[in-house]
């Protein structure tokens, strides 16, 4: 009989404060105006935050077999040049606080869909929600 590895229960408290930071957090970032400075250091005061806290957690060792080396791969082209496209779309834009329509970021295509408050706060927290799930698996 194989025993699983069980991750060790997060206390209540702490996953309750965490919960609660993530709800204010979305709650300000709801409120900020799209594509303004307040709103985009939110949005890096947060990667900061859970980066820090996942490199603080560490992490268990994984067997490396070629299908999770392909996988690392396929994901790691993609994610680059998702990057790519982002950077070189926020550059072409003819003022840093308007959106392009003929380079228009992830941001711009879902702002229609997220231009409103409740809306607004849903997609913060789902994106948050995201963020925290991918660091901290």
Do not use: C, K, N
């Amino acid at each position: 009989m194989t025993e699983q590895l069980a991750r060790p229960a997060r206390p209540f408290r702490r996953r309750m404060v965490l919960l609660a930071v993530g709800v204010v957090l979305a709650a300000g970032g709801a409120a900020t105006r799209p594509f303004s400075w307040s709103a985009t250091v939110l949005v890096v005061a947060a990667m900061v935050v859970v980066l820090v806290l996942a490199f603080r957690a560490g992490s268990e060792q994984i067997p490396r077999t070629a299908g999770l080396r392909r996988g690392v791969a396929v994901w790691s082209m993609l994610l680059v040049w998702a990057s790519a496209w982002e950077v070189y779309a926020f550059v072409r834009q003819p003022d840093r606080t308007r959106p392009s329509e003929v380079h228009p970021t992830l941001s711009t295509l879902l702002d229609p869909a997220l231009e409103h408050g409740p809306l607004r706060f849903a997609g913060w927290l789902v994106w948050l929600g995201v963020g925290w799930w991918l660091v901290s698996r």
